[in-house]
């Protein structure tokens, strides 16, 4: 065992691991051990590897945690807000756990399995075997590697070919574990397989009361040709949780990806996104926008890799930085030597509200083929002066104006959301955000 | 896919155009192969240095063994054996230095001229260049042209040898104070055994009369060069100065390491020019030079210091030319072009650091890969806390001909202060088919053709270039696509 | 004297047969107007006979003064006389347009086997033919084509086409996007130019062109082949009737 691990992350790891869902398994209990082989190995990054210059997980190193995975109760009642769009499918995760009393998926229609990962493990195994652990591949990552050791609690959809699911399917993660003693982690594990021609809406909501919870979560998505997925995440988890989510995506030819991360809550968050355009004429559209205030670090690293020709991806993110906080946004955008005509394009724009505020951006350009158009542009600034001014010779007292303004500036990124329901609702939480801050 | 195709051939043909490929043959004293404090001290006692420059050279090689060769650059090249090379190399006829121009050794002018540099002031005079020159010749300063001229205005221009020995106060008070004798790797290794090199003093308020130049050239064989250059421009001042690097067509790598100090005081302002053009090595990438080169500028109140670059040459070039913007109000600049050909591999950009309040940088790149080549811009622009109104603008844009090549961007954006403004934009895209169609219909020939849209690609940089050097690199934009269509 | 000799020209684009069967002689100062319909091969047919790559003729001939154009390099074709006026002018950046011209003219003279003009003489031609096509100087000391108006770049196209004295000169929808009085000094320009050693084919979609620029000959162009031939007066027909009549007559 390396330093790092001493903190409890793998602690128990053989013995508890064989009471885990699917345990017996060949090739589940492998999984698992070559995760925790790994993870114990690499330990937390460091910020002496490069794709973690810029945030620093020392503390999060320096914590004792609790044995993993054992049921923490929410130290009072859940409270779960009503599904998006009404009657709508919502599967509920209370500190990590699935919960099946606050769950709501109601009878999958025909083509759409919809489970707990536990209940998957157990009635779908082949599908399972198949894609867990290939699309996020293990590799350096350290993170997946630690989310792996521990896979148990999850969600899983499969659409059969050219199912639509027409409403959101909402997972609702829901933290209240307390922030004395001993910290506690969770790794909850997604596996999203769309069947060629089928297109689905998913939508997080990670949310709760209070939480010192370091919340990992590996979400691996495979879209068959012509498949399509909307992604939405709303990260507003606890005053100072740790959430860091990884999602990696592999798109066959013709398939399409969408997401946007809305990131405001939690003390340390860091949103992880690779797609990778396999197959020809797959794209890809990738936003988020990022908030923060007090001392919080809201961090987006993403890669785009390019590995077929004819692919098309989009990035358009935008921060608001207020207090002490800290931005980091890492974004790299890789086309591969045979994928010619691809089309890549990136933009991150940061506002700084306070005098301590940081932005740090690394926006990055991997080109080995010739026919390309690939493009990336980053700012970092304040308000504008003359806009501001504007308004106020219009009348508008500062305060408001500043609001106008940081909202439309937000809306830039918000406005890529191609799901009505969830754009305005995203719009409210980004207000709300706003407002909460007096501006 | 003729045209492509055509293309890539003609570019391809680039490396067959080295026409600065050649060697002289001139009688050399040489230190003995490897790299010990014994060498370091034989240096030092070869040009006859006070005591507290060799400390510094041994506290530089000291600290040197302790660290380790940088890997974070995207460049692959065998090991480098740092015993298996010559640290000092210098042309026998040093031993007695020449007086005057007169008393340089006739081969070594002839070598010269082969470049296109005349040493002789009379026809320099007679119109055909207006810079005064420092030729380099194997880390070896032989002949600065122009002195008295420079003189009369208190312009200090020598070998930074000569400056050690008749204004030791100034060098001990600058050297290492831009890029420390601990820096880096390879900064150290020159702290350790640097040769020569040019040094440069423009007085309080003095508008240099004429550009200043350097001529550096490789000629010996398994020799690194490791020149130190050192320029301080004091309060008002204001120089102009040109680097040009050639050296000849070998097939081993030969390393150089040099350091580049530009110190620019209270309102004072240097430009800074390089054309690159050290031999790049072969179409299979045999032979050429590593060029791990550390410049960088400091910046008091008002002052501005301007890197322009122009990187044809080299097999390996690692390279960040930058600017710390200490005082309050000053404005560092970078224009950059660098073409990669065959296998050549470039890593080079730059750092803008604002320190002091309402501090500008821009920073313009134009990045040309061909070949099997590789090429990275790599830069950071760094807001500090304190600056105040700050003000950034980088623009990175990359060609690329042909399919084996690779073109990469890797900018960092750091700001710490909200009434900063930085914008960095990057754009990367293969050479326009329509604009290529659109030349050869009014019966441009294709590599006419390509060297045109290139220069009109590398436009807003070449233009940054004094008029001596403009005609010269926008020729050797041209040499590097040359060829005859397929 | 037959100029350009087109016969049973059949071309594709991405593998799908465009041109399917184009059959036309220009003679020495004639003028042919090409009219049709979007999409039915016209642009197609001015890009085939310049040798843009992309544009593959699969059967027929061109015979150009005697040789076989369709074995040219594009610029041969450009320095043997054949000039395309593009329906969208290429943007160059940092491209001086005055270097441009200069370029464009000595590779010209250069294979032609004339002299090479130096600065001074080429500024001199180039004066003269600013003056007589109106065009004030600063639009050449300008990046060629980069933030030229729709009016300034078909400008420019007619500079070209004046200071390169082609044989056979193709007008590629030459009034796209021009308003009636841009529309107008381009036309002056072109009919400055005409002589009778200067064939033009001028590619149009409206008829509003030919009012300016006169036609000796019209053709209909429609699904690749000509459908119609005969003096202005179809030009006018087209006009009145509109595409569907005459090609639905003719089809």
């Known amino acids: ?439 | ?486 | 004297m037959s100029i350009l000799s087109i016969k049973n020209l059949h071309a594709e684009v991405d593998g799908k047969e465009i041109l399917k069967g184009i059959d036309l002689e220009i003679g020495a100062g004639e003028i042919h107007a090409i009219m049709g319909p979007n999409g039915s091969g016209k642009s197609t047919l001015s890009y085939t006979l310049a040798g843009r790559e992309g544009y593959t003729v699969t059967k027929g001939e061109v015979v150009y003064q005697g040789k076989n154009l369709l074995e040219m390099l594009p610029e041969e074709r450009a320095q043997a006389g054949v000039f395309l006026a593009f329906q969208y002018p290429v943007e160059i950046p940092g491209v001086p347009t005055v270097t441009f011209l200069k370029q464009a003219m000595n590779s010209v003279r250069k294979a032609r086997g004339e002299k090479q003009l130096d600065a001074f003489e080429f500024k001199k031609l180039m004066d003269a033919r600013l003056k007589e096509l109106n065009i004030v100087n600063d639009m050449v000391r300008r990046a060629l084509n980069t933030g030229f108006s729709g009016g300034e770049k078909k400008r420019m196209e007619v500079l070209q086409m004046a200071l390169l004295e082609p044989t056979l000169a193709i007008l590629d929808e030459t009034d796209s996007g021009l308003d009636i009085d841009a529309l107008k000094t381009v036309a002056d320009g072109v009919n400055a130019l005409r002589a009778a050693d200067r064939s033009m084919l001028v590619i149009t979609h409206y008829q509003r062109l030919l009012d300016y620029i006169v036609p000796d000959h019209v053709h209909v162009l429609f699904e690749g082949r000509i459908v119609r031939s005969g003096d202005k007066s179809l030009a006018l027909e087209l006009e009145e009737k509109g595409y569907t009549d005459i090609t639905g007559a003719a089809a």
């Open chain 2, 1 to 486: 896919m003729a045209i492509a195709q055509a293309t890539i051939d003609s570019v391809g043909e680039a490396t067959d155009k080295y026409k600065y490929g050649f060697v002289t043959e001139i009688e050399m004293d040489r230190a003995p192969r490897g790299l010990t404090e014994e060498t370091v001290r034989f240096i030092s006692a070869k040009k006859e240095e006070p005591e507290w420059l060799l400390e510094w050279r041994l506290k530089a090689f000291r600290h040197w063994l302790t660290m380790k060769e940088p890997t974070w650059a995207r460049v692959g090249y065998p090991p480098i054996d740092y015993q298996d090379s010559y640290y000092y190399s210098a042309p026998k006829s040093d031993a007695d230095r020449p007086k005057s121009l007169d008393e340089v050794d006739p081969k070594l002018l002839e070598t010269y001229e082969k470049l296109g540099i005349s040493l002789k002031e009379q026809e320099v005079l007679a119109g055909v260049r207006n810079v005064a020159i420092d030729a380099v010749f194997d880390s070896v300063s032989v002949a600065t042209t122009f002195k008295d001229r420079l003189e009369k205005d208190g312009v200090i221009f020598c070998s930074i040898s000569e400056a050690v020995k008749k204004h030791p106060e100034l060098v001990k008070k600058y050297i290492g104070s831009v890029v420390p004798y601990s820096d880096n790797f390879f900064a150290t290794l020159n702290s350790a055994v640097f040769t020569d090199g040019s040094f440069c003093y423009i007085p309080k308020g003095v508008r240099c009369p004429m550009e200043l130049s350097t001529y550096f050239r490789i000629n010996a064989s398994e020799t690194g060069q490791f020149e130190r250059t050192l320029i301080i421009a004091d309060e008002g001042s204001y120089v102009s100065y040109l680097e040009g690097c050639t050296a000849p067509q070998r097939d081993e790598n030969q390393l150089h390491a040099a350091v580049v100090e530009l110190v620019a005081l209270d309102d004072a302002e240097i430009k800074y020019s390089t054309v690159q053009n050290w031999y790049p090595g072969d179409e299979n990438g045999v032979g050429g030079i590593y060029n791990f080169v550390t410049k960088r500028g400091v910046c008091e109140k008002r002052a501005k210091i301007s890197w322009t670059q122009v990187e044809t040459g080299s097999a390996i070039t690692w390279k960040y030319p930058s600017c710390i913007l200490k005082g309050d109000d000053s404005v560092g600049e970078f224009f950059s072009i660098a073409i990669t050909n065959n296998r050549q591999q470039a890593d080079t950009g730059t750092k803008m650091l604002h320190i002091g309040k309402n501090t500008r940088s821009r920073i313009i790149a134009k990045g040309i890969s061909a070949g099997k080549s590789q090429s990275t811009y790599r830069g950071q622009v760094r807001i500090n806390a304190m600056a105040e109104g700050a003000r950034n603008y980088t623009q990175c844009d990359s060609l690329l001909i042909g399919d084996k090549c690779g073109a990469h961007t890797v900018p960092y954006i750091e700001s710490k202060n909200r009434s900063a403004r930085v914008e960095h934009e990057a754009t990367t895209s293969k050479i326009s088919d329509d604009q290529l169609f659109y030349c050869l219909q009014r019966g441009i020939p294709q590599e006419d053709a390509l060297t045109l849209i290139v220069n009109g690609f590398c436009r807003e940089v070449l233009q940054e270039l004094p008029m001596e050097f403009a005609v010269e690199a926008q020729k050797l934009v041209g040499i590097s696509l040359e060829g005859s269509v397929g």
């Open chain 1, 1 to 439: 065992m390396t330093t790092s691990n001493d903190n409890g992350l793998l602690a128990d790891h053989t013995a508890l691991a064989a009471g885990l869902p699917g345990a017996g398994a060949g090739w589940i209990d492998a999984l698992r051990a070559d995760g925790a082989k790994r993870f114990a190995g690499l330990g937390l990054p460091t910020r002496k590897v490069e794709e973690w210059k810029y945030t620093d997980l020392s503390a999060l190193a320096r914590s004792r945690f609790a044995p993993c995975c054992g049921a923490a109760p929410a130290h009072a009642k859940p409270e779960i807000p009503a599904p998006l769009v009404k009657d709508g499918p919502q599967a509920v995760f209370v500190n990590g756990r699935f919960d099946p009393e606050l769950s709501s998926l109601g009878g999958a229609p025909e083509g759409i399995t919809a489970l707990p990962l536990a209940e998957a493990i157990a009635q779908m195994p082949k599908l399972l075997e198949s894609y867990m652990g290939r699309v996020a591949e293990l590799g350096r990552k350290s993170l997946v590697a630690l989310n792996t050791a521990w896979l148990a609690d999850g969600f899983v959809l499969h659409l059969a070919k050219d199912v639509r699911l027409t409403r959101p399917l909402e997972l609702v993660f829901w933290g209240d574990s307390g922030s004395d003693g001993e910290r506690s982690a969770w790794h909850p594990r997604h596996l999203i397989v769309l069947d060629p021609g089928a297109s689905a809406t998913l939508l997080e909501r990670h949310i709760g009361r209070t939480g010192g919870h370091f919340a990992n979560s590996v979400t691996e998505i495979a879209a068959a040709t012509g498949a399509s997925l909307r992604h939405y995440r709303l990260q507003d988890e606890p005053g100072d949780a740790v959430h860091i989510a990884t999602t990696e995506v592999a798109l066959s030819a013709g398939a399409s990806y969408e997401s946007f991360v809305l990131s405001k809550g939690a003390v340390l968050a860091r949103n992880q996104i690779a797609v990778t355009l396999q197959g020809e004429g797959a794209s890809a559209s990738v936003n988020g926008a990022y908030m923060g205030r007090g001392s919080q670090i809201t961090d987006t690293t993403t890669l785009i890799d390019h590995a077929a020709p004819g692919c098309t991806s989009s990035q358009t993110y935008k921060g608001v930085l207020d207090d002490r906080s800290r931005g980091v946004f890492q974004g790299r955008i890789v086309v591969r030597k045979d994928a010619q005509k691809s089309d890549g394009h990136q933009s991150n724009k940061a506002i700084l509200l306070s005098d301590r505020a940081e932005i740090d951006a690394k926006p990055e350009l991997e080109i080995y083929a010739d026919d390309v158009k690939c493009s990336h542009g980053a700012t970092a600034g304040e308000l504008d002066d003359n806009a501001l001014f504007y308004l106020r010779a219009r009348g508008i007292p500062e305060h408001e104006a500043r609001g106008l303004l940081i909202d439309a500036f937000i809306d830039g990124a918000i406005g890529t959301i191609t799901h009505e329901t969830v754009r305005d609702a995203f719009r409210d939480h980004a207000e709300a955000w706003r407002q909460e801050g007096g501006t």
